[in-house]
């Protein structure tokens, strides 16, 4: 009986773990498929809408003009790109009209030492356009930020950092729930592309480890079967 007990136990934990990985599976998929709907579109809408707090969660295609006022860069780290570790740059933009917001300018590699590479603000009126996105999330890392090797720029590991202390000595209070996610395209920034899911798992992934779950409990269903079909002949 008490074999039983272990392996129920063992096999709701499983199903419930691969319930876990479909639902991500499913969550993941949909993103994309907003996205994909949204580039499919590409109807421009204006920058100001990154602050809508209902749309906090979407995706919008935007465009607009304005200037990077003189903040400091933001370097989130440990990101991968084709195998290389590096970077993805941030930078506040103030739209004309509206409230600023983070840009996504791409990503650069990072040397064997692991020193952060200068970025230079890019200079007058520009008329920018690009996806607007939930940040990054930030996973598992514990949350951390150091000044750059410049010491002016500051290098974070998680984009729920509190930004807008970052900012406060360039005038920037508060910052919109979203990014905008720069068209690569256009001739600025660097390395850079509109995936929303860098440096975590595919939908495919997510299906494959919950086929492994759902194996996993039934092999200790057929398990338990097998045991007490043994001990049964034995008796």
């Not at 421009?44 to 809408?49: E, W």
């Not at 990014?179 to 440096?199: W, Y």
Request: charge should be positive; include cysteine.
């Amino acid at each position: 009986m008490v074999g039983w007990t272990l392996a129920l136990l063992a096999m709701v934990l499983f199903a419930a773990l691969g319930r876990w990985q479909l639902g991500r599976m499913h969550e993941k998929q949909a993103m994309l498929d907003a996205v994909a709907a949204t580039l499919a579109a590409r109807d421009p809408k204006p920058l100001a809408v990154a602050a809508d707090p209902a749309r906090a969660r979407d995706y919008d295609w935007a465009a607009g003009e304005g200037r990077f006022p003189d903040c400091p860069a933001l370097l989130l780290d440990n990101q991968q790109r084709e195998g290389r570790a590096g970077v993805r740059v941030f930078r506040v933009f103030a739209p004309a009209g509206a409230k600023p917001l983070l840009v996504e300018l791409g990503w650069l590699p990072l040397p064997a030492n692991r020193a952060t590479p200068a970025i230079d603000r890019p200079p007058g009126l520009l008329r920018l356009a690009g996806l607007l996105a939930p940040p990054p999330s930030p996973g598992l890392v514990r949350q951390d930020q150091r000044k750059a090797d410049n010491a002016r720029d500051v290098v974070v590991t998680r984009m729920d950092a509190d930004l807008p202390g970052l900012f406060g000595a360039c005038g920037v209070r508060s910052l919109p729930p979203r990014v905008l996610k720069l068209d690569p395209s256009l001739p600025l920034g660097f390395a850079r592309d509109l995936d929303v899911l860098p440096n975590t798992l595919p939908p495919g992934k997510h299906l494959g480890y919950a086929v492994q779950w759902f194996g996993l409990a039934l092999a200790v269903l057929v398990t338990a079967l097998v045991l007490t079909f043994r001990g049964s002949r034995r008796r």
